[in-house]
């Protein structure tokens, strides 16, 4: 069974940085893409950034390029997503996600068969 948990969330205030986490356990995140979306209050969840299985391609949210950063080190079954210049619309939910099948990056929520239960982003103006 896979399982999937982030960390890293908090509350920051507006142009500080946070940095997410995700670890995987149950199966490795080697061979597979994986990717950070995101759900704000009373809004759908979106992309955020994907990255294939040995991170040499990486795809962000338009509106985010710049700012974030999607890495991964599958000898620790890890990916982060590193957030610098955090704005108040940042606020929201992130969940890290698994591709069940392939090693190509998806900005694509049904391509992705395993998530985490979410971290909580508040960025304070």
């Known amino acids: 069974q896979v399982q999937l948990v982030e960390s890293g969330g908090g509350l920051v205030q507006a142009g500080g940085s946070l940095r997410l986490a995700c670890t995987a356990s149950?199966?490795?995140?080697?061979?597979?893409?994986m990717g950070w979306f995101r759900q704000a209050p009373r809004k759908e969840r979106e992309f955020v950034a994907t990255?294939?299985?040995?991170?040499?391609?990486?795809m962000y949210a338009v509106s985010l390029q710049g700012r974030f950063t999607i890495s991964r080190d599958n000898t620790k079954n890890t990916v982060w997503l590193q957030m610098n210049s955090l704005k108040p619309e940042d606020t929201a939910v992130y969940y890290c996600a698994q591709r069940g099948d392939s090693w190509y990056p998806s900005q694509q929520e049904n391509d992705y068969a395993y998530w985490g239960q979410g971290t909580q982003v508040t960025v304070s103006s």
């Open positions: 990255i294939s299985w040995n991170g040499g391609r990486t």
């Open positions: 149950g199966r490795t995140v080697g061979s597979y893409a």
